[in-house]
């Protein structure tokens, strides 16, 4: 499986970002996906993950200003990130779960960076 992500950057704060994370190598619409971060010097944690029903959830410090959809069509998960603060900043990941396998992939990461 390889997850390729893209659509990082820098933005100021209260600006918008949208993640791609484009998947090859497995039957996509059978995962959950999900977008993880890491910034320096803490752990990676969950943002936001999607069901291959469409069913979310969301990390409480995102709900209301991040949404995460996908593309079954596209092999493609988004995460649409508005009103983005400088704690936002880190590098942000793509995972796959197989939900026959239970077997987890990650993308590479992209790095967001919000200025204050």
């Known amino acids: 499986v390889q997850l390729v992500e893209s659509g990082g950057g820098l933005v100021r704060a209260g600006g918008s970002l949208r993640l791609s994370c484009a998947a090859s190598?497995?039957?996509?619409?059978?995962?959950?996906m999900g977008w993880y971060r890491q910034a320096p010097g803490k752990q990676r944690e969950l943002v936001a993950r999607?069901?291959?029903?469409?069913?979310?959830n969301y990390a409480g410090s995102v709900e209301g200003r991040f949404t995460i959809s996908r593309d079954n069509a596209k092999n493609t998960v988004y995460l649409q990130m508005n009103s983005l603060k400088p704690e936002d900043t880190a590098i942000y990941y793509c995972?796959?779960?197989?939900?026959?396998?239970?077997?987890?992939?990650w993308g590479q990461g992209t790095q967001v960076t919000v200025s204050s």
């Open positions: 995972n796959a779960v197989n939900l026959l396998t239970g077997g987890g992939s």
């Open positions: 190598g497995t039957i996509f619409s059978i995962n959950t």
């Open positions: 999607i069901t291959s029903g469409g069913r979310t």
